[in-house]
C-alpha cells in the first residue's frame, strides 16, 4: 500500500456525529490485510491475541481508524498523530487516546467486538462502545455491576428482552465513560444509564446506534444532543486497496449526491 492521503476531507459541524461500522476481512483472505500503516506498538499488539479472528478484528479496527482519520485530516493514514490526554483521576498522559490539536477539533472513539468494529468522530468528545450481546448467564452475573436503579429496570423487563436491555444499558455507560476518559476505573455502578433519558449525566448526550441483531452500541456525546448523526458501513476491500481515500471519497459522495 502507498498509504496516500485521502483526496477528501469532509467538515465535522459542532454538533455532527460520524459513526462508522466494519467487518474485517475473511479468516482466509486476512494475509492480503496490509498493516504498513500501524505503528509497531499496534502490529506487535494485533500479533499477541491468542484467536487469529481477535487480532484481524484488531487490525482490521486499528487500519480503518488511522484511515478514517487521515481522511478528515487529508494526511496519510500513518501520519495521523495520536497523543494522550490528561487522565482525569491523576493527571499523568494515560487517559483517553486522541488526535494531536487540530484545528477545527477533531475527536475520535474506536470500540471492537465479536467481528465487528465501530468508529465515531466529531468535532467535540466523543465516546463510543460496541458489545457482542451477552448470553444469559453474563447478564445475570454482570447485572451487580450496574446502577441500582437500572438493575430494578432490568428485573422487572421480560426475561426474552433482558440480554438486549443489558447490552444497550452497558454500552451507553461503556461509551460515557470513554467519554470521561476514565473508563471502567469508574465504577459501572455510579452513573445512571438507563431507559429515563432525564435520568441521565446531565451534559452529556446519549444515543443507541442500530448495528444488527447480534451486537448493541451507543454513543456519548459531550454538550446538546446532535443535530446530524449518520451510521454508514464501511466496506471490507476499504482495508485491502491503496486508495482508501478515493474508495472513502466515492463512499461520502454516493450517500450525499450533489
Not at 487529508?74 to 490526554?85: K, L, T
Not at 455510579?190 to 452529556?204: A, N
Amino acid at each position: 500500500m502507498t498509504g496516500r492521503a485521502a483526496v477528501l476531507t469532509p467538515a465535522v459541524e459542532a454538533r455532527q456525529v460520524d459513526l462508522w461500522l466494519l467487518r474485517p476481512p475473511k479468516a482466509d483472505s486476512a494475509a492480503a490485510l496490509d498493516q504498513c500503516e500501524l505503528d509497531d506498538a499496534e502490529r506487535h499488539r494485533a500479533a499477541s491475541f491468542i484467536r487469529p479472528a481477535d487480532g484481524l478484528l484488531y487490525a482490521s479496527a486499528h487500519i480503518a481508524l488511522r484511515r478514517l482519520l487521515g481522511a478528515y485530516l487529508g494526511i496519510a493514514p500513518q501520519d495521523v498523530p495520536f497523543v494522550r490526554q490528561p487522565c482525569p483521576g491523576c493527571g499523568e498522559p494515560h487517559g483517553r487516546p486522541a488526535v494531536a490539536t487540530t484545528d477545527p477539533p477533531l475527536h475520535f472513539s474506536l470500540s471492537h467486538s465479536s467481528g465487528l468494529a465501530l468508529v465515531g468522530i466529531a468535532a467535540t468528545t466523543v465516546g463510543v462502545d460496541l458489545e457482542k450481546l451477552p448470553g444469559a448467564e453474563t447478564v445475570e452475573i454482570c447485572t451487580e455491576a450496574l446502577h441500582p436503579d437500572e438493575r430494578a429496570e432490568l428485573a422487572a423487563a421480560p426475561r426474552e428482552e433482558r440480554r438486549e436491555m443489558f447490552g444497550r444499558f452497558w454500552t451507553r455507560k461503556e461509551a460515557y465513560l470513554k467519554g470521561l476518559g476514565t473508563g471502567l476505573s469508574r465504577s459501572p455502578s455510579q452513573d445512571y444509564l438507563g431507559s429515563d433519558v432525564r435520568r441521565r449525566p446531565v451534559g452529556w448526550s446519549l444515543a443507541d446506534i442500530p448495528c444488527g441483531p447480534r451486537h448493541a452500541a451507543a454513543f456519548a456525546l459531550a454538550g446538546d444532543a446532535p443535530t446530524d448523526t449518520s451510521v454508514r458501513r464501511l466496506p471490507p476491500d476499504w482495508l485491502r486497496t491503496d486508495d482508501a481515500g478515493g474508495l472513502f471519497a466515492a463512499l461520502v459522495r454516493d450517500e450525499n449526491p450533489a
